[in-house]
């Protein structure tokens, strides 16, 4: 159970730290914008002076004069000291010309507050000094000690000493104690100086109390609301809340800048809490504007607090945007370094490109070649199949013509053993003579079945061999003949029948006549540098 719960605390941190840290990004970034429109709500503030002033103008009454006067003197008393003092001046002057003391006091006022602001102390105290004390009405003696208090606080603020801030603290006391004497009991502002006595007690909650509840009295976007805010938010930092103090702290910045007050301390305090918190680029843009608004309202109290701070934020933001420099010159050195080594790629990778172009180039041209010779593979495959097919059918057809004369040879042999047994031998002698004129028809039937096979496998042999040849010696075949005997022999050879003993038994002719017509046609060859005989025996080798 009990690590349970410390799971469920843990948690409720995290959440709510998450959720802090989400409130104080969400009210920097509507701050961000509010001093963005500083030039509006500048514009605006010049606005309602313009209309004051143009009816300063018209008016012929001196008190209405007086009262205008010291409304424009109230717009301009927390935004340009100098035009403050300017119509501080005119309004002493009515005052004076008309002897009203009253009105004199409250101007006076008015011009102690603009010296305290601007960090005129001295001239601030001896302005208070003059004033006629037994003169002041219960409100103008609140407001006198107001003026008092909040020139003691600056003065202990600028001093470094320990023992002047204790002195003037006790000064600042005497004020506040004077302020609650005038002070109604029933007014509002009560709540705000009984939350100092009770800060000053120690009694933290019960201040806290007493100024939320005087807060709640006041309008944002005012003055009065931006100083009760940065009170608040130094309650916070005095209870150890710090996303409450800078939230209050933010509030106070938005409410000066919305009523275009330039004498303030809050922006000043938010740029040095952020510097804490590290985050640099805000708290160095804080702190510029904030000098540029203590440049505007010329307020020599704030040049003294900002230039304590003013350094190190700005080291700091100088540093950081060298290390942020550096960084940048690193990762530009990269990324040169890999533009170099992407345009080194690029012009590999497009002579790879080009390579890659040439070679599939040549794969297409020898893609294109494979496919002719695929081609003519084919088509001499299919040749060859043809001559194969040719050459079978015609070794089958010898192979029976054999196969034939064997059986004659064996029926006549038998017939011829039957006519000797029987001592027939008249019949016998017929049977030979009339058997040498059947075997004369036989060879000359051998020679056309040879010369038409032949022929066939090979059909522009005599032609072929009519190329090698002298015009005049060139065969030329009676009609109706195929091939003679002179063309048998050379038909023999193309076979790979190259023996002219061989030659001659199958032609029925003697060895030299077979060596005469091989001599003749040596003879007739139309280049007697080549074998001609090599030749025709290449004769129709483009079939095989």
């Known amino acids: 159970m009990n690590k ?18 989400h409130m104080a990004d969400s009210l920097l970034n509507e701050l961000d914008k509010v001093l963005s429109n500083g030039i509006l709500y500048m514009e605006q503030k010049e606005h309602r002076l313009n209309r004051l002033k143009i009816q300063l103008e018209q008016e012929f009454s001196e008190e209405k004069q007086y009262e205008l006067t010291y409304r424009i003197i109230d717009e301009y008393k927390s935004y340009i000291s100098d035009s403050a003092l300017t119509y501080i001046n005119k309004n002493i002057n009515i005052a004076t010309q008309h002897n009203n003391i009253i009105w004199l006091i409250r101007n006076k006022l008015q011009y102690s507050f603009v010296l305290s602001s601007s960090g005129l102390f001295i001239e601030s105290e001896i302005i208070l000094k003059s004033i006629p004390v037994e003169y002041l009405t219960d409100e103008l003696a609140v407001d006198y000690y107001k003026c008092l208090e909040m020139l003691y606080i600056n003065i202990s603020v600028y001093q470094d ?8 603290q006790g000064k600042i006391e005497q004020a506040r104690d004077s302020i609650l004497y005038y002070l109604p009991e029933n007014s509002a502002e009560r709540l705000f100086y009984n939350y100092i006595i009770a800060d000053v007690n120690n009694d933290l909650d019960k201040a806290k109390d007493y100024l939320e509840n005087y807060l709640k009295t006041l309008h944002p976007g005012t003055h009065e609301h931006a100083r009760k805010s940065y009170n608040l938010s130094n309650l916070y930092m005095k209870l150890g809340d710090p996303e409450l103090q800078l939230k209050h702290l933010i509030l106070a910045v938005m409410s000066d800048v919305k009523d275009a007050v330039k004498e303030n301390r809050a922006l000043l305090d938010l740029a040095i809490k952020l510097y804490e918190l590290n985050d640099i680029d805000r708290a160095f843009s804080y702190i510029q504007y904030a000098l540029n608004d203590a440049n505007f309202y010329n307020a020599r109290f704030r040049y003294f607090e900002i230039s304590k701070a003013l350094p190190i934020i700005t080291s700091s933001y100088q540093q950081k945007n060298n290390l942020q420099s550096d960084r940048l010159k690193w990762l530009l050195a990269f990324i040169s370094i890999l533009f170099i080594c992407l345009f080194g790629l690029v012009i590999f990778l497009n002579k790879q ?68 047994a029987a001592k027939r031998f008249d019949e016998l ?52 003949e195929m091939l003679n005997t002179e063309l048998r022999i050379f038909a023999l050879i193309r076979l790979g029948i190259a023996d002219s003993s061989k030659i001659a038994s199958f032609l029925r002719c003697s060895v030299q006549t077979v060596y005469n017509y091989r001599s003749k046609i040596k003879k007739s060859s139309k280049d007697e540098a080549i074998d001609i005989e090599e030749q025709i025996k290449r004769i129709g080798s483009h079939m095989l």
């Open 4 to 21: 349970f719960l410390l799971i469920v605390a843990i948690l409720l941190t995290y959440y709510c730290d998450v959720s802090a840290n």
């Open 429 to 480: 002698l017929r049977l030979v003579t009339s058997s040498s004129g059947k075997a004369a028809n036989e060879v000359k039937e051998l020679y056309a079945s040879f010369d038409k096979a032949f022929l066939k496998i090979y059909p522009d042999f005599v032609s072929s061999i009519n190329n090698l040849l002298k015009e005049e010696d060139q065969f030329e075949l009676k009609k109706g």
């Open 353 to 420: 490109m080009k390579v890659l172009r040439s070679t599939r180039k040549e794969m297409n041209a020898t893609n294109e070649n494979l496919e002719k010779v695929n081609q003519k593979l084919n088509h001499l495959n299919n040749e060859l199949s043809e001559a194969n097919q040719l050459k079978e059918e015609y070794i089958g057809y010898f192979l029976d013509l054999c196969s034939e004369y064997i059986a004659n040879l064996e029926d006549f042999r038998k017939t011829v053993s039957n006519k000797i």
């Open 161 to 168: 000493g320990k023992d002047l801030i204790v002195d003037y």
